[in-house]
């Protein structure tokens, strides 16, 4: 690949800043300074940028706070897109919202340009387990919260066995292992409820960073690239 275009992703620039570092000199590899943006380099090369070690790294993986108002999508007209949330930059990544939160639910969002990654998270067969924090209108029932666990019908959909954990009477957590469409609010509208605040705190076994405000992303460390089964 070109110097310019391993310089800008693995530093997270601009390819025109990437071009003037590399002009003034800043840039080496494997020891020897270039200044040519459209040298050959390979990933594996030993990148020095401006006194610090690059590393090129094929596939990104962010988490994201999302917040209400947003549309788990790449592109709207209408709406703006989580992927708004981001710097310019991030641009050339062609990120996407690995599953989806609907606009006015909060909480983890894998960003990622992984596809078989996404693919194997998103898959019911995995049963990748998606925790969220629930407000309920009405308080929810022992008995509620039993048919709920075991599946109930949100529209021509049994759903899989649920995991709930009450907080209090209006408030609880609910681990589930698919994505539907509005499910976590069908499955309470099942039961005669209704889901007035919803936010996702789990995801993958990783638990939301409760550093991130809403709207802010962070990328994942090694180690959870590796509990979801991404490439470092």
């Given at each position: 690949m070109r110097l310019d275009k391993f310089v800008s992703d693995a530093m997270?620039?601009?390819r025109k800043?990437?071009?003037n570092l590399i002009k003034k000199g800043l840039v080496s590899v494997n020891g020897a300074i270039i200044k040519d943006?459209?040298?050959n380099v390979n990933e594996t090369d030993s990148l020095i940028v401006d006194g610090k070690?690059?590393?090129y790294k094929k596939f990104i993986y962010l988490m994201m706070n999302k917040p209400q108002g947003y549309i788990s999508a790449t592109d709207d007209k209408k709406q703006k897109t989580v992927l708004d949330l981001l710097p310019e930059n991030f641009s050339r990544y062609d990120l996407f919202p690995a599953g989806r939160l609907d606009i006015d639910t909060e909480g983890f969002l894998l960003l990622t340009n992984d596809g078989q990654t996404?693919?194997?998270l998103l898959s019911p067969s995995k049963k990748v387990g998606k925790e969220y924090f629930a407000r309920l209108e009405k308080p929810l029932t022992?008995?509620?919260k039993e048919t709920i666990e075991q599946g109930v019908d949100i529209g021509g959909y049994i759903t899989k066995p649920a995991k709930i954990e009450k907080h209090s009477d209006t408030e609880c957590t609910i681990t589930i292992v698919e994505g539907k469409f509005h499910q976590v609010k069908k499955m309470f509208e099942a039961v005669g409820n209704k889901v007035t605040y919803l936010k996702r705190v789990s995801f993958a076994s990783?638990?939301?960073d409760p550093n991130l405000a809403l709207g802010e992303y962070r990328y994942l460390t090694d180690e959870e690239v590796k509990t979801i089964g991404g490439t470092i």
């Open positions: 997270g620039i601009t800043d990437s071009k943006s459209g040298a070690r690059a590393e996404a693919h194997n022992d008995k509620d990783l638990p939301l």
